[in-house]
């Protein structure tokens, strides 16, 4: 009973004291692992995961990923200098490249070292459509959902000692509690959560392809593609990103207010190709 006892009290504390503040939502958000940990391992997968696979570089398109990430990453410093955060970016070490592989994928590692896969161009169709993609995976980064989720892991983790403990004495119970507890926690929490992410990930990404001079309905119609090129997809609850649908929705519900936050910088006019 002690030991649960003092289980209990330490992930309170952890929630307490590990925590770190979403400068664009404003929210406090789980940093048990810290980012002084966290990006030096994010900067040699990075740079591993280069060392295995295909970058195009030199081409026209190669080149519209990096100017097109240098536009998002500028425009990230230029909203976050003007809203008080000026030194949040001192760790971060961009990297734009384009990778040859069919599948219709990018992605940003911690500290701003992003992927695209030749597979999604045809998707996104043009420099607008990579900025749409580039802002949403950018504003991760930012966002510190990598902290988040490795945090959430941990705490998830945590739950499963204390219950098997807790059980410990009735086998038939623990095992019952383990199914339960590893079905509830991913479809009940840890997926919402990362919905949760992607949500927040296409608004900032709105603001941010705004701020670059990128026209934020381009993404609703960049999901439109998305859409039709996924054809079947698993219920929303079941997913750890949200439905076409919603996002679409979002998107475009979000749009003008990306807009309005864009003209603070001086910025009127957006392309949308």
């Excluded at 008080?84 to 940003?108: F, H, I, P, R, T």
């Amino acid at each position: 009973m002690k030991f649960k006892q003092t289980l209990s009290i330490l992930a309170v504390t952890l929630l307490m004291v590990a925590c770190a503040q979403n400068p664009f939502t404003g929210k406090k958000t789980l940093a048990l692992v810290p980012n002084s940990q966290i990006l030096p391992m994010a900067f040699q997968q990075y740079d591993q995961f280069l060392s295995e696979n295909k970058v195009v570089r030199g081409t026209s398109d190669a080149k519209m990923i990096s100017n097109v990430g240098q536009k998002i990453s500028t425009a990230a410093e230029r909203w976050l200098t003007a809203n008080g955060y000026s030194g949040y970016l001192k760790d971060y070490s961009w990297e734009y490249n384009l990778v040859q592989d069919d599948a219709v994928n990018a992605w940003c590692m911690p500290g701003g070292k992003i992927v695209f896969y030749t597979g999604i161009l045809p998707v996104t169709q043009n420099e607008a459509g990579v900025a749409a993609v580039m802002g949403h995976e950018v504003a991760h980064a930012l966002a510190n959902h990598g902290q988040q989720r490795m945090s959430a892991g941990q705490l998830q983790e945590l739950g499963a000692v204390a219950g098997n403990i807790a059980l410990s004495s009735d086998p038939k119970k623990q095992g019952i509690f383990n199914q339960a507890y590893g079905i509830g926690s991913q479809v009940g929490i840890m997926l919402p959560f990362s919905r949760s992410h992607e949500t927040e990930a296409d608004r900032i990404g709105l603001t941010l392809m705004a701020i670059a001079g990128y026209d934020p309905i381009v993404a609703a119609e960049l999901w439109q593609r998305m859409k039709q090129q996924a054809g079947g997809a698993p219920a929303e609850f079941l997913s750890t990103h949200p439905s076409s649908d919603t996002r679409i929705r979002n998107i475009t519900g979000w749009a003008p207010e990306a807009k309005a936050e864009a003209r603070k910088y001086g910025v009127t006019t957006f392309r949308k190709s």
